[in-house]
C-alpha cells in the first residue's frame, strides 16, 4: 500500500471522528433543549392548575370558556329533559 492511500485512509478515520463528534454534540444539545422546554411546559401546566384550583365557583363561571361549557351542559340537560317527560306524558315510556 501506497503512503497516498495510507495518508487518505488516515484522513477518512479522522474525518469521521471529528463528525462522529460533532454531530454527538448537536444531538445532545438538542435532547436538552427538549428536555428544557418539557419542564417549563409541565411549570406553566402547574402554575394553571394552582391559579384555577384557588378560583372560587362564581370566580370559574366569570371565565368565558368555562361559563359556555356551563350553559351548554345546562341547556343539553334541559333538552334530554324534556324530551323524558314528554315521552312520560305520551305513555311512550318502556315500564
Avoid: C, Q, W
Amino acid at each position: 500500500m501506497g503512503s497516498f492511500a495510507k495518508g487518505f485512509i488516515a484522513g477518512f478515520i479522522i474525518a469521521a471522528i471529528i463528525f462522529g463528534v460533532f454531530a454527538g454534540a448537536v444531538h445532545a444539545r438538542h435532547k436538552n433543549r427538549e428536555e428544557t422546554k418539557y419542564v417549563e411546559l409541565l411549570l406553566e401546566v402547574e402554575a394553571m392548575r394552582e391559579s384555577i384550583i384557588n378560583l372560587s365557583n362564581d370566580e370559574l363561571l366569570d371565565m368565558p370558556d368555562i361559563r359556555r361549557a356551563a350553559d351548554g351542559a345546562s341547556a343539553e340537560f334541559e333538552r334530554r329533559r324534556d324530551e323524558a317527560l314528554e315521552r312520560f306524558r305520551s305513555g311512550i315510556v318502556d315500564r
